[in-house]
């Protein structure tokens, strides 16, 4: 085999930075077509993964799409028990709820990362990037190797490398959310029921998430609106394991959250944005797996049209009209989460709940991905608006 000069280009029709989700989903996709894919990553594979791991159904119809992965793998422990609260309060408990799928990412990223590596894609992992090029689609490593392709995809997470390249940073600081969990002893729980608490952190909420071998307990929300997350975390933990939260501070995990704050033009130059890189995460439930695995494959097919037709520079042009309805979607839960989470309403939020169990039911479902925000429509947004601040609303004299 002859060694390739460190100088020379390795040319590829496709580079793909990160290797979660998004970046799995992009690279299994475009390699099955036929296209030749360098997949990057700084980190071998398994590796660990900041998330609370849950699979949504619409996570599962993707998965199943793109890489023929289903709900009955190993990967997965099925919960369709879910138990609302605010701020340790029980406001809904559903024992019937639209089933969430609970995974570990170590497990969960390996496997797809392993599809990806099937389909045909080349990997370079482990490796450190020294230099990105967005505009010529060329990377150059830490050890002096140049990767050029005709179209890039940085679908590597919160703090993307290829989004600073285009934009000076990854992300606003002022709108990213910011999240903390540990993973607990399995004992804890006896069941496999899913906690989720709106009142646990400002905009945002706790959650605890069984899985097979362990439980995720943790916090997030907008990182400019909680200050002291770590306070918001270890009252979280002292509700659910007085026990370790009393033997002091306890080893947490932290990573920022791109919480609804999207791209609207995902990338520049030859370069496409993915997954949490390109800020796709729901603005209200935090999920991202997703329109991660979904972005990863419309930046896929983006490229494969582009590269087919009109040129790489056209890739952005078809992402770009592949993301709208993603877009849409982001957009009409960013206005319904100003609504929720209005400080003048937030205290009424509970009470609404309690008395309306079709909200509880309604929100599950958009957490599972059997509703679509856009399903709501503005006469279900009027009705929302009004159980939740109905309280606050003059009313007519007797």
Known sequence: MIRQKPDMPQIFDLIVVGSGPAGSACAAT??????????????PFPREKLCGGGV????????????GVTPDSDL???????????????????????????TMRRAFDA???NHAVTAGADVFAPVRISAVDHASATITLADGRILQGSVLVG????????????????????????????????????????????????????????KRESITLG?????????????HF???????????????????????????????????????????AAGLVDPITGEGIAWALKSGQLAAQAAIEALAGNGPDSAMAAYLRRLAPIHREMDAARRIRALIYARPVRAYFPRAVERNPSMSRTYLRLLAGEL???????????????RLGGSLLPRRAA
């Open 111 to 113: 496997t797809l990362h």
């Open 219 to 231: 916090v997030g929300g907008i990182h400019a609106r909680n200050p002291d997350m770590k306070a």
């Open 56 to 67: 949504t159904g619409r996570s599962i119809r993707y998965l199943d799409e793109i890489f």
């Open 30 to 43: 475009a390699a099955a077509a036929g296209l030749s894919v360098a997949l990057v990553d700084k980190s």
């Open 155 to 210: 679908a590597d997470g919160a703090n993307s490398l290829v989004a600073r390249s285009v934009f000076g940073r990854a992300f606003d600081p002022a709108q990213i959310g910011f999240g903390l969990e540990v993973e607990l002893d399995r004992s804890l729980i006896e069941d496999n029921t899913t906690e989720i608490d709106l009142g646990a952190a400002d905009w945002g909420y706790g959650w605890v998430f069984p």
């Open 372 to 386: 679509d925000y856009a399903d709501l429509g503005t006469r279900v947004l009027f009705r929302l608006a009004r």
């Open 234 to 276: 270890q009252a979280y933990l002292a509700r659910h394991a007085p026990a370790l939260a009393e033997q002091g501070e306890i080893k947490c995990k932290g990573a920022f959250l791109p919480f609804g704050a999207y791209r609207k033009i995902p990338g520049g130059g030859r370069a496409l944005l993915a997954g949490d």
């Open 76 to 102: 997965f422990l099925t919960s369709d028990s879910v138990r609302l609260a605010f701020g340790g309060r029980i406001i809904s408990q559903q024992e019937d709820a639209p089933p969430l799928q609970m």
